[in-house]
């Protein structure tokens, strides 16, 4: 059904009105079609136990064993009769390697993985088996079936019913297989995983085993094969031009005709454009791919504060019938690189103000669930942060899902720079999987390639993805963050949009010698604190929770931020990092086990620093004294500073004015305080309103308090609910130096994936293996994240601690 709108044409704008709304009908019809397509999750019940990388008898017999040698005649583990009732039960997202204990090792890159034992050295912690049974039913023979890992760290080999199937070697990249010809149906099916995380493929903690999704796909011979549908617009005065490019793959054993249907829906679910149709005729094992233009008047454009999503929806019929049908959201919206006026989003000229992120969290290590991605993303959301760096790696599709709907900003980026087979394929599979997301705004084809990045073989390499990505998306650009500052060729020269990584001093220059090309700080600050901590402790490893520290590369919050502002041109950066992670302790080693890059800590606790962001980057009322009053001596002279956007502040120790000072743009206010316990308190006037905040001396610990994120959540085996404690004085204070052990007693159906402190010298337990759940307050905050099963109730957690009134809260889990 071919429907185009031309003005003048009375009759033929009411027979499309007519059409479309018979088409209404037919997209809230389509609402329950029920085609063969279908994802099940397998993320509950995998067997799990660790292999060994050099003894094959503790391997399960793996290199002793014959595992390819004849069809279906594995050995050891991957037998469908090896006997796996004493392997531990795990659902995934699963990391084994923050189940270890820490363990110090002298070598840098243990070091930088947070002395966690996994790797080279580690063998006997280096290898996991998993195993999963499944069943299908017979009435689904005929159709495909597709196994989907959105991400195991690393190198898996796979196999189904004691067949190989294949690998995937790269941690970080989405993988799929199709095993058809390998289900048994109405009997029990056994996929054997073999994961080697030996090697590493980053410089940071990077978690070990199936630590994202996995799911088994169903749908009919002739289908929409893995990202078979391309989509995007461009914003043309006041339509959007719609692209949907769409790929059907014929497996039927014989020619086959079918026709592809595609429509464009709002968000609300109400079609917006007319639906095209063409017809296919594809012979047995060929695909086809058909292009069909849509103009949307007036759209509402995806923007930071109204991420407005449209869905294509694409359909195959077959003689007359629905057979197979996938619906993608994408946005409209226009990104604008310029070299001389830097960025716009939609026209409306803005800075990146950007963080990069590593994908653990607190209590979770690298197994992320999406639920707890999308806590993440509304933290960076919350202070003012309006743009996400995927760094170095793939995200999981949680994370480019939860920009999308909250309104941030993406760049995406690969591991490693590469155009090998293995290389080139990964990128190819990260663009095909991504580039339908709204929140994509570059692709990142690398970082601190110093092998290569000022070499002709930097640049060729550069060159082949740079075109590879166009061919693929010829939506969007790219970059490369480059830490060769005022170099260009090699790399650099071949990127659309320059990246700079720190070389802040380089940055003027580079920009009069290439006017042209666009420039990002694609890295930038490195600025190093410990939250809650006001004095270096070297032998620890904690530094001060002021915008002090750096290294030697690196710039102070303030320093690059004022630099930015400065420069029009500069279209902004991405701070190193928004959340502390594992490894990269610097500039301390052991004990020190964590990161101190975060402007929040692991467990998304906020450092002081963040009040620095929140104040230049929102329009909320932002007003922030530190250190806390406690544990300072009388007399001590304390210094004492204020993040705030108001334009004066005056500040009072137990009610005695210490003086009003005006606040300088994008920048704090200092005081030195001679210490007396009591009240200090900040008075802020911003346009003629007052806002306050105050610190006080606190006084014995008291009572525990539980704040969960939500009262209520998903009892669909998946969401998750995070829950900080702190503790309160008598006068009902927070008390922000505490340290109290506390433990955590589960009533109901529930289970607890792991707690964290942020405190990045800490070797308590992540994941109390022996079920006995604690973790210290770390300057006064600590965290447990816990997830639904699949039963509607409610859990409750209690939390208790010597001598401290207990808390509990409870928590709803509904279908
Ligand atoms: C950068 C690097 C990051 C991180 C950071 C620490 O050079 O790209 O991955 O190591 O330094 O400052």
Redesign the pocket.
Known sequence: MMISFKKGYGLLFFISILLLSFQNTEAQKNGAITTARQTESLNKNWKFHLGSANNPEKDFSYGIVRNFTIAGGGGGAVTPKFDDSKWRTVNVPHDWAVELPFEYHKHFDVQSHGYRPVGGFYPENSVGWYRKKFSVEKEKEGQRFVLRFEGVYRDFKLWVNNNYIGGNFGGYTESSFDITDFIEFDKENLIVLRVDATQYEG??YEGAGIYRNVALETFTPVHIPEYGVYVYAKVEKSQAKVVAQTTVKNQEGKIAECTVSSYVMDAKGTQVTPTRTEKLKIKNNETQQVEQNFSIKNPLLWGLNTPNLYRLVSIVKKDGKIIDNIETEFGVRTFDYNATTGFSLNGESMKIKGMCVHQDHAGVGSAVPDALVYYRIKLLKEMGVNAYRC??NPPSKSVLEACDKLGMMVMDEIRVIGTGKENLDQFERLVKRDRNHASIMLWSLG??ETGVQNTDLGRRMAHTLVQRQKELDPSRLSTY?G?NGINFKGINQEMDVRGF??HIKELDDYHKEHPTQPIVFS?VS?MVSSRGMYAKDSIKGYLPDYDLNK?G??QRAEEWWKFTVDRPWLMGGFV?TGFDYRG?P?PFTWPNVNSH?GIMDVCGFPKNTYYYYQSWWTDKDVIKIYPHWNGHKAGDKVNVWCNTNADEVELFLNGKSLGKKTMPRNSHLEWDVIYEPGKLEAVGLKNGKTIRTAVETTSAPYQLVLTPDRQAINADGNDVSVINVTVLDKQGREIPDAMNLIQFQLKGNATILGVGNGDPSSHEADKCMDGNWKRSLFNGKCQIILQSMEQAGEFTLTATAEGVQAAAVSIIMKK
């Open positions: 410089w940071f760094s170095h970082n601190e963050g830490n990584n720190y890295e490195s290294p590369w690196g190193w990269e610097t890059f």
